[in-house]
């Protein structure tokens, strides 16, 4: 299960990808629809806050929940697109298969990781609403949620920052050599 670290590099990627990288980086809408990817690449998280009766906790009782599936990333990017399209955007469109892309790469990223939190079963439940068995393809390791600062979770931080990285770092590259041919 990658840190919101791995995430928010997924995010800007997939952002890389679809806008391309502009010059200057941080104009005001550019940083705007960083944040939109950043968030939208977390969004899935959403599950760690619980209502327990007496206000709102974080806990990973709840985690790995239907957030992550392929059913929330549809939902999610039906009302991005909805959205936009209320709000009269030209690339409604886009905007629906960019959250879609967002959310699914979170959903991916975490059917890769290691998940020995055993609350919600092993893995994610990616196929949700088709199927509510869990998945897991456990390849990259992952920080330890009741011990995010042991040497386990700094180790999972540091291959998640090469791995995510590395995808940004191609990502934004081939972003750049686009914009110059094109």
Do not use: Q
Not at 2 to 8: A, Q
Not at 100 to 109: D, N, T
Not at 156 to 179: D, K, P, Q, W, Y
């Amino acid at each position: 299960m990658p840190t919101p670290i791995g995430h928010s590099l997924l995010g800007l990627s997939i952002m890389a990808a679809a806008y391309g990288v502009k010059k200057p980086a941080f104009t005001k809408h550019g940083l705007k629809l960083a944040v939109f990817c950043v968030a939208a690449a977390c969004l899935p998280d959403i599950d760690f806050v619980h209502w327990d009766g007496n206000g709102l906790t974080l806990t990973g009782a709840c985690h790995h929940g239907i957030t992550h599936s392929i059913g929330f990333a549809l939902f999610a990017a039906s009302l991005a697109g909805l959205w936009a399209k209320l709000a009269k955007h030209d690339g409604w469109p886009k905007i629906g298969l960019l959250t879609f892309a967002l959310v699914g790469s979170h959903v991916l990223a975490d059917l890769f990781g290691v998940d020995g939190y055993a609350a919600n079963g092993i893995g994610v439940p990616a196929l949700w609403p088709f199927s509510g068995e869990y998945h897991i393809i456990p390849i990259l390791p992952a920080a330890d949620r009741a011990n995010v600062f042991s040497m386990g979770s700094l180790w999972a931080m540091i291959v998640e920052l090469f791995v995510f990285g590395g995808i940004f770092a191609v990502s934004t590259i081939n972003a750049g050599r686009r914009r110059k041919s094109g």
